[in-house]
């Protein structure tokens, strides 16, 4: 059974990357940071590699795709309030991220979300499970 989870994401820009997510909060493991690739933390068991395109390519054989143009993947993340929620995509669209979705309240469960400078899709949530309907 796996103990942690590697998101590996293509940028085109390290730096700027690494700067559009120290602006969100995160941090970065310096052991797994290079020129090439740098380890954002984003839990102690969950991590966003994110790799530069050229890097990137070297783990796969099929052709990188274009999160501005075509979606790959969707990253959803807890918040511990709505708050946090609106906070934290405020704070990504004046780093240069754009929104992709408007907000959406659930009732349970409130989300929104944005996109990074490579397109990449994150979705920001926060649950109250005590609020969630009963199935039946």
């Known amino acids: 059974m796996a103990t942690k989870v590697f998101i590996n994401l293509p940028v085109k820009d390290l730096d700027?990357?690494?700067?559009?997510?120290?602006?969100?909060g995160f941090t970065f493991n310096p052991q797994f940071t290079d020129e090439k690739a740098?380890?954002?933390?984003?839990?102690?068991?969950?991590f966003a590699?994110?790799?530069?395109?050229p890097f990137f390519q070297t783990f796969t054989r099929k052709k990188i795709s274009d999160a501005k143009?075509?979606?790959?993947?969707?990253?959803?993340?807890?918040?511990?309030?709505?708050?946090?929620?609106?906070?934290?995509?405020?704070?990504a669209v004046k780093l240069g991220g754009t929104l992709y979705t408007e907000p959406?309240?659930?009732g349970w469960m409130y989300q929104h979300s944005f996109a990074?400078?490579?397109?990449?899709?994150?979705?920001?949530l926060y649950m109250d499970e005590s609020q969630l309907p009963e199935q039946s």
Do not use: P, Y
Request: hydrophobic share 45%; proline share 0%; aromatic share 6%.
């Open 16 to 24: 700027k990357s690494m700067a559009f997510f120290s602006g969100l």
């Open 38 to 46: 740098a380890c954002m933390v984003i839990s102690d068991s969950i």
């Open 49 to 53: 590699m994110l790799l530069t395109e």
């Open 69 to 91: 143009t075509a979606t790959e993947v969707l990253i959803a993340l807890d918040a511990a309030s709505r708050d946090k929620v609106q906070n934290t995509v405020a704070k």
């Open 104 to 106: 959406q309240d659930h």
């Open 116 to 124: 990074d400078l490579d397109g990449h899709q994150w979705e920001i």
